[in-house]
């Protein structure tokens, strides 16, 4: 954490997967978030995995979608 942020990054090397994304969120992401976080995440095909929302509630958070085309709540549209 860096003032209060969260900040994971990895390198691959191959393309990013439904299967390579869950498996970083499983072994990177969910084991440094606070207890009942919130996860927003756009409509990418490889966000809607179909074990992806069970394995972030199982761990105890919780999983938002966006609206299908919300550029001005995906903050990577400002960039």
Same mark, same amino acid.
């Given at each position: 954490?860096? /003032?209060?942020? #969260?900040?994971?990054v990895s %390198?691959?090397?191959? +393309?990013?997967?439904? $299967?390579v994304f !869950?498996?970083?969120? $499983?072994? &990177?992401? %969910? @084991?440094?978030?606070? !207890?009942? +976080?919130?996860?927003?995440? &756009?409509? =990418? ?5 179909? +074990?992806? /929302?069970? %394995?972030?509630? !199982? =761990? ?5 979608? #966006? @609206? /299908?085309? +919300? @550029? &001005?709540?995906? %903050?990577? !549209?400002?960039?």
């Amino acid at each position: 954490m860096i /003032k209060n942020k #969260l900040l994971t990054v990895s %390198l691959f090397n191959c +393309s990013i997967t439904t $299967e390579v994304f !869950e498996g970083w969120i $499983e072994h &990177d992401l %969910l @084991p440094k978030l606070k !207890e009942k +976080s919130v996860l927003i995440m &756009d409509n =990418a095909t490889l966000h809607k995995g179909k +074990s992806l /929302k069970k %394995l972030i509630q !199982e =761990a105890g958070h919780y999983l938002v979608w #966006l @609206p /299908k085309y +919300s @550029p &001005d709540l995906n %903050l990577i !549209e400002k960039m």
